[in-house]
């Protein structure tokens, strides 16, 4: 709905969306502010004129410098592309480190897994999970049950604990 009032009749057929939808509000709200500046009056000499007073001199106890910076615009500026890793704690997080080495060419596979409704790799059986955390990409997350990897020649799998350490 708010898009509409850029583009009433869909004359453009821009599809909905939030950039859109803000790009066309600030263009609206612009639109208002330049109405209004056009409407004032324009500044007259005497507007800036103050008879009786003088400059008599002006110093600068520092001078005044702009640097200016080498920058060239990216996607990358709009986009977050840090590796989303925890901190971690002075401590210690304990984490379970997972890692399959393959070509893909040999992998052993097990029938109907994905289609498996008794176990995933979240460790649910028989449609309950073990614990109610979010279900993202469980690093944190133990599975005790490691049937569908038992005698897996590239597979390796170990504790590991992440520390914070301040620079």
């Known amino acids: 709905m708010l898009g509409r009032q850029g583009d009433p009749y869909g004359k453009f057929a821009i599809p909905p969306g939030v950039l859109r939808d803000r790009h066309e509000r600030s263009k609206y709200m612009d639109n208002i502010f330049m109405e209004h500046k056009d409407s004032l009056t324009p500044y007259t000499k005497e507007d800036f004129e103050f008879p009786g007073v003088s400059v008599e001199g002006v110093t600068f106890s520092n001078r005044l410098e702009t640097h200016f910076e080498e920058f ?69 997350r133990h599975v005790d049950d490691e049937c569908i990897i038992t005698g897996v020649s590239n597979f390796m799998s170990m504790d590991i604990k992440v520390y914070h350490i301040e620079e």
């Open 72 to 140: 060239h615009y990216s996607l990358i500026n709009a986009t977050d592309n840090t590796a989303e890793i925890a901190d971690g704690k002075t401590e210690g997080m304990d984490f379970h480190l997972v890692i399959f080495v393959s070509d893909g060419a040999k992998d052993a596979a097990v029938d109907g897994l994905h289609e498996s409704t008794t176990f995933n790799h979240y460790g649910s059986q028989d449609g309950t999970y073990p614990d109610n955390q979010p279900h993202g990409y469980p690093l944190d």
